[in-house]
């Protein structure tokens, strides 16, 4: 899939199948997290990737906006190191392409959680120089959607031409 129409038509997935991720795709989807540009280089990121069920389901518990991690073929909880000042924008980032490499694979997910998550980072060992900035679930989707419907608002009104309020189109 062309990297825009990856960007046009991704979608929140939180519904998956029981159908597993083939490893290949599952250390692509962390690679693209890995090669994710980063600011002076620090990469101050740590990607832990979920697979066992048992593990999945708690998360779900744990997550109160990200239940249906139970569900999911896999999940990365995103840490990232407390002392950085690049640590959420350069992981968000790296988000973003695992997202979209697993997109262009036909997988969904989605971004859950945001900031400290103490019981999460205590369940997946995360020493006190990380944080949990996220956990992403990934799966097969469960139900086709329409790709690309998406309610954004027009261009006009998200962007500008050299000064704000100037017209972008």
């Known amino acids: 899939m062309e990297v825009f129409e ?11 199948t ?7 795709v599952v250390r692509r989807i962390v690679e693209a997290g890995r090669l994710s540009a980063s600011s002076i280089n620090l990469q101050p990121w740590h990607f ?20 249906y991690t ?4 896999f999940a990365i909880v995103v ?15 790296a988000i973003q392409n695992m997202i979209l490499v ?7 997910s989605n971004w859950t959680g945001f900031g400290p998550m103490p019981a999460i980072e205590k369940l997946v060992g995360a020493p006190k120089t990380h944080e949990g900035l996220a956990i992403v679930p990934f799966g097969y989707p ?9 309610k954004r608002k027009p ?15």
């Open 6 to 16: 990856a960007v046009r038509t991704v979608l929140a997935m939180r519904r998956y």
């Open 18 to 24: 029981d159908k597993p991720v083939p490893p290949d």
């Open 48 to 67: 832990v990737v979920v697979e066992e069920r048992a593990t999945l389901r708690k998360i779900g518990e744990i997550m109160r906006t990200g239940r």
């Open 70 to 73: 139970a569900d999911a073929a």
């Open 79 to 93: 840490l990232v190191e407390k002392d950085s000042p690049y640590g959420i924008s350069d992981a968000s980032r």
């Open 102 to 108: 697993a997109w262009a694979e036909g997988i969904g």
């Open 142 to 150: 469960a139900a086709k959607l329409g790709s690309g419907r998406k």
């Open 155 to 169: 261009i006009a009104e998200v962007a500008s031409r050299e000064r704000f309020g100037t017209p972008f189109a």
